[in-house]
């Protein structure tokens, strides 16, 4: 009986037990946890944004189109990291377009990838490009909470109250997918970056694990929405 049933399951791609776990910290649960709580933040309101997790050389997806804090640990896809093929792709839902962009940072090592479509986020790439131009990176420096992110990848610790904390922004494309070469570019050319900006859209956050990715996203939309409200007020945010 169970042979037939893992013959049945794997035939119509659905692989559940990829994603039944009563453990909560299991990537399927997890995704759902953490996506409900960044419902509750604006990141991934009206089905925008999304979240992923390496777990060994499984990938596992948040869907495309769905409402994301009521997401279930069936609805989310299983991809192998080394073959890139599906092993588990729910037949109600569509793949997300953000895999390709989850895929390029879980190929510089990451181990979580985050996807919102914060407005402080948005609000910042604006402000950057009406003031320094198109090609520049948000820049701030001497705020507290720069402490939260990593100095970069292979260094020790993070950034520390007097270093330069740069964000690159990439321009925004009509389909998500098509975001993949400049992200991929502007992870190049900014080698110590975790996160990459995309203009009118929202940010892609990733880190080593779930918890790095998680709280390097929340100090950079606290930085982020300080950015906004000291620009309101004429404040600089470096001091050059
Ligand atoms: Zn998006």
Not at 22 to 48: E, S
Not at 62 to 73: D, I
């Amino acid at each position: 009986m169970m042979a037939i049933e893992t013959a049945m399951s794997s035939n119509d791609g659905s692989n559940h037990h990829l994603v039944h776990s009563d453990d909560p910290m299991h990537p399927a649960n997890h995704i759902c946890t953490l996506c409900a709580k960044f419902y509750t933040l604006g990141w991934v309101t009206g089905t925008g944004g999304g979240t992923s997790i390496r777990h060994g050389e499984h990938i596992y997806i948040a869907p495309s189109g769905v409402q994301k804090e009521l997401m279930k640990p069936t609805d989310i896809f299983v991809m192998d990291f080394n073959n890139r093929e599906y092993l588990r792709r729910p037949n109600v839902h569509k793949p997300s377009a953000c895999t390709p962009l989850f895929l390029a940072a879980f190929t510089r090592g990451a181990g979580c990838c985050i996807h919102t479509h914060s407005q402080w986020a948005v609000l910042v790439t604006l402000l950057v490009e009406r003031d320094f131009g198109k090609d520049a990176c948000f820049e701030i420096e001497e705020i507290e909470q720069i402490k939260g992110i990593p100095k970069g990848r292979g260094k020790q610790g993070n950034l520390g109250y007097y270093d330069r904390l740069r964000i690159p922004i990439i321009e925004n494309t009509a389909q998500e997918e098509d975001l993949t070469d400049s992200l991929e570019k502007a992870m190049e050319k900014y080698p110590d970056t975790y996160a990459v900006l995309v203009r009118r859209h929202g940010i892609y956050v990733w880190g080593d694990n779930v918890h790095k990715a998680k709280t390097q996203c929340e100090s950079l939309d606290y930085i982020f929405q300080l950015a906004v409200e000291m620009k309101k007020l004429g404040l600089l945010w470096t001091n050059k």
